[in-house]
């Protein structure tokens, strides 16, 4: 882990009101690494993922990206980062429900300002590696949970985000599913140099992890290299 | 990807509750568009009527001897319609009327062509121009399709002596035809009847599917996309609905009028180039539409977008602050007050009070559309108190989701609360009209000025008695009224009993009202008896008479009462008393003109013009009420079904975990009916307090019209009970198994 970190968190806090989500934390992402964030409910890892993803603000501490501090970042210039260099996946997707699974797919590469013909190319090469390419045309209504957790996985990856943030996208999969989504996104992320940080809950996924981060009441209490 | 493109793409994406989505939205902005355009339109028209009003007025000369007079001015009506007749000397120069291309030559009549269609189908009218047709008035000379309009040639000869000396037509000085201040009201009136629905109809269709749109901008904030950028793919799903229903509209009244080149509404008539707007107007509220949608959409998404973490989360965490009560409690003390001022303030302090009372109906109207999200979330935690599934399930969505269940009724709110205040003027209008009708006594004398010199000439008008003739004795400048009559020619004019009349002597009259008693004052007495020398007449030989004689307009008191047979031959004014239901306008017109075409008689002048503006006035409110009320209706389906759509998830996942579906119909109704009730009864107080002080003002004494408002209120409240029931009924269809799957 000599190679310089590509996130860091650096004596992160977040307060909710009177609830602290997130105290004093610190960590590291280096390039292409596969970090497993688990603990239980309310132990604040999807808060983590936010501040990594410049979309939470921290009440104290910094979000530190190639040595830069992103909380001094407009908010413009967070949103532009996050979508040149983010990946986002969420457990029940978030895709625009109005598009189809190829549109979904391919607006990050046209909202920063791709070629059309040219992002429908890398989609259709994302989907079709994730095994959905047969339902690309479909609106997310449309398909099993799945096939719409491939697609919003193939979203993530489709612009070769430095970064890729998991909020428990296997959550609301079945085992076997979920498996095969899971190994889908680290396959994928792997071949495109992808980090991923993978928050779940399910101790037994961080074992496809490079190492792993356990939280409890906002704080990291078991740092564990694999 | 541009980011308006993505937004024009969302804007009907989504397959059939998209399409359905966008259809609406784009129909609230098309129906918007008419309302509007029809609403600047009428005030268009009432511009250019009055200045066509005044292209045609004559121009009289202000000192003309009566030796060049050329024409007679004759006003009299047909069925509560002006007819004017405009005699023109045929034998000397005489200016050509707009619309003609020469004058009238003698015995001819030119007509305009609504009064041609008249005359072909009611004999009435045709008696009355015995004359030969010639060509019709052109739509330059008329100032309105409708309009009755008769150009008549006749010999100098026969143009009596009250004729003018018309020196050509279009009188910049001609006033405009409705009362400025009850046009002023009036105008008030058709802004909240129809902007305030409108801008509220508007509001409810760019808020369609809030929670969806919601959810999409969340994801497009976390996928990276900066606030700017959202807000711009925001404005664009809205504007490109907007502006095509826009269009739309635009293109629907454009092709409405293209198709009529006269426009009728129940009992009115325009040209079609009067109600069209031009185009830089017609751009301009397009305009305005479009961005109005377009803000309300932003303004409603700004939390979303600012804060895309927090709205993901908790969707339901928007803060509702009490003081959206303040523009409602302040409509209600600024209509109070303005209710207190009437009492204190004289009518010349008019305009202060318009605007006091438009302020306030303004700030009620806005006041009730910000406060009912509140009013939902008291009734909300109320029904939260309940253990009954339903009415928790109910209460729930209203408390926690109470923007869009008031938004369902708030467009239909504000239209109940225009038109309750519009019943109440019009009750102020019904009672001018009721005013002006008891004015006319049992009998009427017909007044008519000619130029025939003989009484017995009108004889026929009138089997009652002979009628009056009435001259004018004195030097000029200072004439006084003579009449010639027997005791009992006057016995069936007047409404006195004249137990002092002396057939054969001269009598002096005197106004029954002491306070105006013409004969007391020495100046008068001195003229008098100048007067009455330079006729020849004896002096009165007994005490004055108190009399009056009732016209259609009013009374007329002579100076002088005369024998006939001491009467001059100079009378030109004849006074023919008819039993008041037996006064039938429309036959003494027809008689009189036939007659004598250039007589001039006083048919129900001023009476015509009071009870057409009450009645144009009447059709106003009448139209925009219903207007109103429709565009609350439309609101409120358009609403309910956009809802129904919406919510379809949430209510699938109650049948999932086993509510049965009456359970779910009837939190559905629950959930829309009690708040579209509290608001419908606020609106209809606030309607009620607004009434009353316009009321208190204009006529003190008068009832609010409380039939008409519970007729309303009753209107109201069906249509919302129907909508709930629709929602209910559509959701239930809607989450069929079969159309789950397919969509």
Redesign the interface.
């Known amino acids: 882990m000599n190679a310089p970190s590509l996130l860091k968190a650096d004596d992160l806090s977040v307060r909710f009101g009177s609830t602290d989500a997130l105290v004093g934390l610190s960590m590291e992402i280096q390039a292409g690494e596969f970090v497993a964030v688990v603990g239980s409910s309310g132990s604040g890892k999807s808060t983590l993922l936010q501040c990594l993803a410049g979309i939470v603000r921290p009440t104290s501490g910094s979000v530190l990206v190639n040595g830069e501090r992103m909380e001094r970042w407009s908010d413009r210039a967070r949103s532009e980062w996050r979508l040149s260099n983010i990946g986002l996946v969420f457990q029940f997707g978030d895709l625009l429900p109005e598009l189809s699974l190829l549109d979904n797919v391919r607006l990050p590469l046209l909202l920063a300002g791709g070629d059309v013909h040219a992002a429908a190319g890398r989609a259709n090469d994302v989907l079709d590696r994730l095994g959905v390419l047969g339902v690309a045309d479909r609106r997310p209504g449309q398909v099993s949970g799945g096939q719409l957790q491939r697609a919003a996985v193939a979203r993530a990856l489709v612009h070769s985000p430095a970064v890729v943030l998991a909020d428990e996208p296997t959550g609301a999969l079945d085992t076997t599913t979920g498996q095969l989504v899971l190994e889908a996104l680290l396959e994928a992320a792997r071949e495109r140099g992808s980090a991923v940080v993978l928050v779940t809950h399910e101790a037994r996924l961080s074992s496809y992890c490079d190492r792993e981060i356990v939280m409890q009441d906002g704080s990291i209490v078991q740092p564990v290299a694999s | 990807?541009r980011?308006s493109a993505?937004g024009v793409?969302?804007a009907g994406?989504?397959?059939l509750s998209?399409w359905l989505r966008m259809v609406l939205m784009a129909a609230g902005s098309a129906a918007a568009v008419v309302v509007v355009f029809t609403s600047f339109g009428l005030a268009r028209v009432v511009d250019r009527q009055d200045a066509r009003a005044q292209h045609i007025a004559p121009v009289l000369a202000a000192d003309a001897g009566s030796a060049n007079v050329n024409a007679v001015l004759i006003a009299d009506g047909w069925e509560r319609r002006e007819l004017r007749r405009v005699v023109l000397a045929s034998d000397v120069d005489v200016p050509t009327p707009p619309g003609l291309s020469r004058p009238p030559s003698a015995g001819e009549v030119m007509m305009s062509p609504a009064l041609e269609r008249l005359a072909a189908t009611e004999p009435l009218i045709a008696g009355r121009f015995p004359q030969a047709r010639g060509p019709l008035i052109e739509p330059e000379g008329l100032v309105a399709p409708d309009q009755l309009l008769a150009y008549l040639g006749a010999p100098s000869s026969e143009i009596g002596p009250l004729s003018s000396v018309v020196e050509s037509f279009g009188d910049p000085s001609a006033s405009s035809r409705l009362d400025p201040r009850a046009a002023r009201t009036i105008a008030m009136l058709i802004a909240l009847l129809l902007i305030a629905p409108v801008v509220m109809f508007m509001v409810v269709c760019a808020r369609l599917s809030a929670n969806?749109r919601t959810?999409?901008l969340v994801?497009?904030?976390?996928?990276?996309?900066?606030?700017?950028?959202t807000q711009l793919v925001n404005a664009s799903e809205i504007g490109v609905t907007a502006a095509a229903g826009s269009v739309a509209g635009l293109i629907v009244w454009n092709g409405w009028l293209w198709l009529q080149p006269e426009v009728r509404l129940g009992v009115f008539a325009w040209y079609s180039s009067d109600i069209r707007l031009p185009v830089w107007q017609q751009c301009t509220i397009v305009g305005a539409l479009v961005v109005t949608s377009v803000a309300v959409a932003a303004t409603a998404s700004r939390d979303a977008i600012s804060q895309?973490?927090r709205t993901?989360r908790d969707r339901s965490s928007r803060h509702i602050s009490p003081w959206r009560l303040a523009p409602l409690t302040a409509g209600a003390v600024v209509l109070i007050v303005a209710r207190v001022r009437a009492d204190v303030t004289a009518l010349d302090d008019f305009e202060s009070w318009v605007l006091l009372f438009g302020a306030g109906l303004g700030l009620t109207a806005i006041g009730l559309v910000i406060a009912a999200p509140l009013a939902a979330v008291f009734i909300g935690r109320t029904m939260m108190r309940s253990s009954r599934p339903p009415v928790l399930l109910a209460g729930s969505r209203l408390r926690h989701d109470p923007s869009s269940t008031s938004r369902v009724v708030a467009a239909l709110a504000v239209a109940l609360f225009a038109a309750g205040v519009a019943q109440t003027v019009a009750v102020a209008l019904d009672r001018s009209a009721a005013d002006n009708q008891h004015r006319i006594p049992a009998v009427v004398n017909l007044e008519i000025i000619g130029p025939a010199t003989d009484a017995n000439t009108y004889q026929s008008l009138s089997a009652l008695a002979e009628p009056l003739a009435s001259f004018r004795i004195g030097s000029p400048g200072n004439e006084i009224d003579a009449i010639a009559a027997t005791c009992t020619q006057l016995r069936a004019a007047t409404i006195q009993p004249l137990t002092d009349c002396r057939d054969g002597n001269v009598q002096l009259a005197q106004w029954t009202e002491p306070s105006t008693n013409n004969s007391s004052d020495p100046v008068y007495d001195a003229l008098l008896a100048e007067a009455l020398a330079d006729a020849a007449l004896p002096s009165p030989t007994s005490a004055p008479l108190e009399m009056t004689i009732p016209f259609v307009d009013g009374y007329f008191t002579p100076a002088v009462i005369v024998p006939p047979q001491l009467a001059p031959a100079t009378a030109s004014r004849f006074y023919i008393p008819i039993p008041a239901d037996q006064y039938d306008t429309q036959t003494l017109t027809t008689a009189l003109a036939a007659q004598s075409p250039t007589a001039i008689w006083n048919p129900l002048i001023t009476q015509i013009d009071r009870l057409d503006t009450a009645r144009v006035y009447r059709g106003f409110i009448a139209a925009g009420t219903l207007a109103a009320l429709m565009i609350g209706a439309a609101a409120l389906t358009i609403a309910t079904i956009a809802n129904a759509i919406e919510h379809r998830s949430r209510l699938r996942a109650l049948a999932a975990i086993g509510a049965n579906p009456a359970s779910i119909r009837l939190s559905i109704v629950l959930q829309t009916a009690p708040i579209s009730l509290g608001l419908l009864v606020l609106a209809s107080v606030a309607a009620l307090v607004g009434g009353n002080a316009y009321l208190q003002f204009s006529y003190p004494g008068s009832t609010i019209p409380l039939r008409a408002l519970s007729a309303l209120l009753a209107f109201s409240v069906a249509a919302t009970t129907a909508a709930a029931l629709l929602a209910a009924t559509a959701v239930t269809h809607l989450n069929r198994n079969e159309i789950v799957r397919q969509?």
Do not use: F, I
Request: without cysteine.
């Open positions: 990807m980011d993505l793409r969302l994406a989504g397959g998209g969806s959810q999409r994801a497009l904030r976390l996928l990276g996309l900066t606030r700017r950028r895309p973490s993901r969509e």
